[in-house]
C-alpha cells in the first residue's frame, strides 16, 4: 500500500447556512482530506499548524483514524487558522465573513523522516510557498495532487504557476479553471491546464459533478442527487481526499483508475455535505459507503440500443 502525505489546514470553522449556524468546529483542508483519506486504510500523515488552543481531542480524532500528527507542529501561545462564512440559500455562493490565519501566516512545515519517502503527495488548499516547500523536502513521489483556490490566482500568481508546474495532477472548481487557463470552455481551459505541467486535470462542479481530463481523453462522474444538504464546507477536500486514498490503496495511477477515485471521491464528498463540519465524516462506516457506491452504479449504468 502506498505512503499518502497530506498538507493542509488543520482548524477551526464557524458556519452559517440556512438549515443553521455553528460556534467554532473543527474544520481545515487537511482535516477534511484526511478523514475521507483514512476511508481506505492508507498509511497517511497530516502536515500543518495549530495553536496550543486547539484541543486534544480534535488531535485523537485524527490519529484514531489512523492519520499520523508527527507533521502537525503546535506552536506555544499560538492561535489556530480560523474561518467563518455565511452560505446563501442555493448552498453554491458563500461569503467569508472572518479569516483569521494566526499560526498559518508564519508557518515553515516539516516534513516527518518517516513521509519523506511518500508515494502519493496531497497538496490542500495553502499558500504555494508552502506547497512548494514540502515538495523540497520529499524525495521522489509517484503522484503530487495540487488543490488550489482563486485566492491564491489573485494574490500569488506568480509562485501558484511554479507549483502547477511540478504536480501531475490539478483539482479546481470550473470558475477556477476559467480564471487560470482564460477560457469559458472546461474543454479548452483543461487544454490549457495540461501545458502548465499537470498530466491530469480535475475540474469539480459540486452538485453537477466532476471532470477528469487528459490528453485527448476525458471522463466525467456526476454528483448523487441529495434529498438534503446541510453544509458544504469541505466537500470539495472531501473529494480530493477520497481521490488521492483511492489510488494510495490501489496502488494504481493509471487514468482508468483515476475514473474510479473520481466516483470514489464524489461518493464520500456527499456524504460530507449532509452534517455541519466534519461531523458526517466522522461517524461513517464502510457499510454505508458501500451502499451509496451501490446507488452510484445504478445513477450511472445503463445499456443503449444502436440501431
Known amino acids: 500500500m502506498s505512503k499518502l502525505l497530506i498538507v493542509g489546514t488543520v482548524a477551526f ?42 484541543p486534544q481531542k480534535y488531535l485523537d480524532l485524527l490519529t484514531g483514524n489512523n492519520i499520523n500528527i508527527d507533521g502537525i507542529e503546535i506552536v506555544e501561545g499560538g492561535k489556530t487558522f480560523f474561518w467563518s462564512g455565511r452560505y446563501h440559500n442555493d448552498l453554491n455562493t458563500r461569503d467569508t465573513l472572518d479569516t483569521q490565519l494566526n499560526v498559518l501566516a508564519d508557518f515553515n512545515p516539516v516534513v516527518p523522516s518517516a513521509y519523506k519517502d511518500a508515494d502519493i503527495v496531497m497538496l490542500g488548499n495553502l499558500h504555494p510557498l508552502v506547497q512548494l516547500s514540502v515538495l523540497e523536502q520529499i524525495e521522489s513521489p509517484k503522484l503530487v495532487v495540487l488543490d488550489t483556490m482563486n485566492f491564491w490566482m489573485d494574490n500569488t500568481w506568480d509562485d501558484l504557476l511554479k507549483v502547477i508546474a511540478k ?13 487560470l ?3 469559458h470552455s472546461l474543454v479548452k481551459a483543461a487544454r490549457k491546464i495540461n501545458q502548465l505541467g499537470p498530466d491530469y486535470v480535475v475540474i469539480k462542479k459540486g452538485e453537477h459533478g466532476a471532470l477528469l481530463f487528459h490528453e485527448e481523453e476525458i471522463f466525467f462522474a456526476p454528483a448523487l442527487p441529495l434529498e438534503e444538504v446541510f453544509d458544504p464546507t469541505g466537500a470539495g477536500d472531501t473529494f480530493a481526499g477520497g481521490f488521492a486514498g483511492y489510488l494510495a490503496k490501489t496502488e494504481d495511477i493509471s487514468f482508468e483508475n483515476m475514473k474510479n477515485a473520481i466516483i470514489y471521491g464524489s461518493n464520500l464528498a456527499s456524504f460530507c455535505v449532509e452534517k455541519f463540519g466534519t461531523e458526517r465524516m466522522q461517524e461513517l462506516s464502510p457499510a454505508d459507503v458501500q451502499e451509496r457506491l451501490e446507488e452510484f452504479k445504478k445513477l450511472t449504468q445503463f445499456e443503449i440500443e444502436i440501431s
Open 13 to 54: 470553522d464557524a458556519i452559517e447556512t440556512p438549515f443553521g449556524k455553528t460556534d467554532k468546529i473543527l474544520g481545515g483542508a487537511g482535516t477534511y482530506i484526511g478523514l475521507s483519506a483514512s476511508q481506505f486504510n492508507v498509511d497517511s500523515a497530516v502536515v500543518s499548524v495549530v495553536g496550543d488552543d486547539f
Open 167 to 179: 504536480v501531475d495532477v490539478i483539482t479546481i472548481n470550473d470558475e477556477e479553471a476559467r480564471q
Open 181 to 183: 487557463s482564460g477560457e
